[in-house]
């Protein structure tokens, strides 16, 4: 796998990027690099933060259509809790005992634009009916190959995090839907005795039918109904890198991120929870459930040039980091663009 | 001083207030309290999120008539960096080699919806030329007693953070003109061998002409013209509480507030930054410019209880002490009003 850089990138990523170097192969648990490798100044992260908010609009490469109106609002009694694509909604259309049409000019999402749309059929009065009722509408368009990537793990469809969910619905239909999905991201990290840092990465399995071989996080995973986020969490942890419970529970809440993304189904709007986990030295993480196929411990720095000068990473988890890399002072208000960066990283409905 | 309960708490904050009994003139560096007051989880802060979004609405009461478009933009070259009221407005029109009435619609201020109103005169072409001319002005609304509380301190009127500023104004007008208003603002704290943390808070001077006994961060500034961020940190440090240089560069940049304040002079629209200065459990800081009274040392939970249900802190500060609880993990996404409380954390013009 190569290095590429970012076909957009600015000026100042261009400079990066000519400037780096990165063999990423570098298998499990690396030794520390010499110290002369590591960056004494935070200052070094000025010229990345270009490369940084062009990752920031890639994952909000849906905002402008939403606030355009170019979906159909999706709303349960009034709520809107999605985003429908046009064509997707006339079929939905096509399922009258489940969907219909909304009056146009009902809508008035907060997140966008768009009049009119389609109402879950108001006899469904509960949660449960809707859910029934929708799951199987999917199944019909899974059979028909609308629905793909089935994940058999339910979202709930929420207008934000603790509402009482409108209905669930199958993970993979929520980007179709519009609905908003939410995730737990965990940075694993170590400081060093020099009090540098290092960052553990994971390379997706290149078996995954999602972003197969890309860099993330040590452990992320999308919130299911049912968990908290803290048992998620841990349930993660053990699941993707065998972190035992004791130390996923010292994983720390620091935040969150928000986009909204623009995919072939639909509008992803998508919150991620992001938490701290800081590692002892000499733990290694080990892949478990087949998702991850390598983890690699690397300097912050490091990470910080392969997200700001190559695509690497799945987009999302450059968030992520880049979140990580406020909060932990390597990027500084001195730095022109930190406010800009600071909010574009919730450029998303973060509710 | 007695603890007062906020008067619009909600009923968890009221709550918790019941059981709050806070004895807080403890001297300065008082030891640690005995293990079994810790909390060992972060449940506890639950109860304190109606209070601490309180703090976000109290801080963002000028939001509303911003976007109202109550206040007139204060132009220069077309470019808003200002909001004004209508009266100071017109007193400001008594000027006419400074300030000119813009055409009605003229507007589009990003921060609001205000049409026409007030433009430095085009014939001051260069900053240095409207900082002289505003000065000028600002010397006899001064002697009127229209602009109380001079600093001798510059700000820059920007849009945002890294623009080259339009002029350059006294601090104590720039709520007066509505401009953007930057400061450093640093959590001081410190983290015991069992793991626990303590803030250092000051108690300000009563002597002080603004919050005069409120609680405060160990450190916090404006940030005037021509010192950058790290220089100012370093710079407060030493003046507020004898925080030695060597010492002071370690605090770390963290983020930022915002938020849109109406003040009888006018909006205060200000973005603080948030640093995080970890020290040694056994540095005790000293008050040194007479701006603070005493330096206390509170384990976390008992400074998130005084700032949810009472009105001790000083308003903005209470902001950027939630955003450290947040970063810090002792606020959850599993608690109701998380994502609320993020958002609304930075309610301003964050740029």
New interface residues.
């Given amino acids: 796998m190569t290095s590429r850089t970012v076909a957009s990138a600015t000026p100042a990523a261009a400079a990066a990027a000519a400037s780096v170097s990165v063999p990423l192969a570098v298998g499990s648990a690396p030794p520390p690099p010499p110290l002369a490798q590591q960056p004494s100044s ?1 200052s070094d992260f000025a010229p990345f933060i270009p490369g940084f908010l062009h990752w920031v609009h890639v994952c909000n490469n849906g905002a402008a259509a939403a606030a355009a109106g170019e979906f159909l609002d999706l709303t349960v009694a009034g709520r809107t809790v999605g985003y429908l694509k046009a064509d997707f909604a006339e079929r939905l259309l096509q399922f009258p005992d489940v969907f219909q049409r909304s009056g146009s000019g009902s809508s008035g999402g907060s997140n966008g634009g768009s009049s009119g749309g389609v109402a879950v059929h108001p006899r469904l009065a509960t949660q449960q009916q809707r859910t029934e009722a929708i799951a199987g509408v999917l199944q019909q368009l899974r059979a028909e190959g609308l629905i793909e990537g089935w994940r058999d793990e339910l979202y709930p469809a929420v207008q ?3 509402d009482e969910p409108a209905f669930l619905i199958e993970r993979a239909a929520a980007p179709h839907f519009g609905i908003k999905a939410y995730g ?1 991201h965990i940075n694993g990290f170590v400081t060093l005795p020099d009090g540098s840092q290092e960052l553990w990465v994971a390379r997706r399995s290149r078996t995954k039918p999602t972003w197969p071989g890309k860099l993330d996080h040590i452990v992320a995973g999308g919130q299911p109904h049912g968990l ?3 048992e998620n969490v841990v349930k993660e942890c053990e699941e993707e890198a065998s972190v035992p419970e004791q130390l996923a529970v010292r ?6 991120v928000s986009y909204t993304s623009l995919q072939p189904a639909g509008l992803k709007r998508d ?1 991620l ?1 992001c938490y ?1 986990l800081e590692l002892p030295a000499d733990f290694v993480p080990q892949p478990q459930d087949g998702e991850v196929e390598e983890f690699m411990r690397m300097p912050v720095h490091r990470v910080a040039e392969i997200v700001a000068t190559t695509n690497e990473y799945k987009e999302n988890c450059a968030l992520v980091i880049i979140d990580w890399f ?4 390597y ?4 730095m ?5 960066l ?2 574009g990283l ?1 450029s998303g409905d ?2």
């Fill in positions: 935070s934000s995090f603790h737990v908290s986020c803290q994983a720390k809440a620091a935040g969150a919150v929870y701290d406020m909060r932990h002072g990027i500084t208000p001195d022109p663009g930190y406010l800009d600071l909010r919730r973060c509710s």
